[in-house]
């Protein structure tokens, strides 16, 4: 599944940024336990993503992934338009850049 199928939605302007959140703050959020094998999956350069939780179903609040990359995989360099970024990272060793700081970290490392 790529990454607009799955409902990750681009967006061009931070007007068309505000009026897509606008949008979801006026749905209702539930309570809802997912698993991997509920999830839309979309194949990444560094392994599956598994989308647990997108901005739509939280009025949004929040986007939940999960990602176990291959060793040694990357992303090419990317802006998020649609919501901010964290990543936790739970082992080995992760190489990240955020404009010019790059930075390599482990497990326990919180980025955002």
């Not at 990454?3 to 309570?31: C, H, K, N, S, Y």
Request: proline share 5%.
């Amino acid at each position: 599944m790529n990454a607009l199928d799955a409902g990750i939605l681009p967006v061009q302007t931070a007007q068309e940024f505000d009026a897509l959140r606008a949008g979801w703050q006026a749905m209702a959020t539930e309570t809802r336990f997912v698993t991997r094998s509920q999830c839309p999956v979309v194949n990444a350069p560094g392994g599956p993503i598994y989308i647990l939780l997108r901005g739509e179903e939280t009025a949004g609040q929040v986007g939940i992934y999960d990602q176990t990359a291959v060793a040694g995989s990357s992303v090419p360099l990317h802006h998020q338009s649609t919501e901010d970024e964290t990543f936790y990272v739970l082992e080995g060793r992760w190489r990240f850049q955020a404009g010019c700081v790059v930075q390599e970290v482990g497990p326990g490392t919180l980025i955002h």
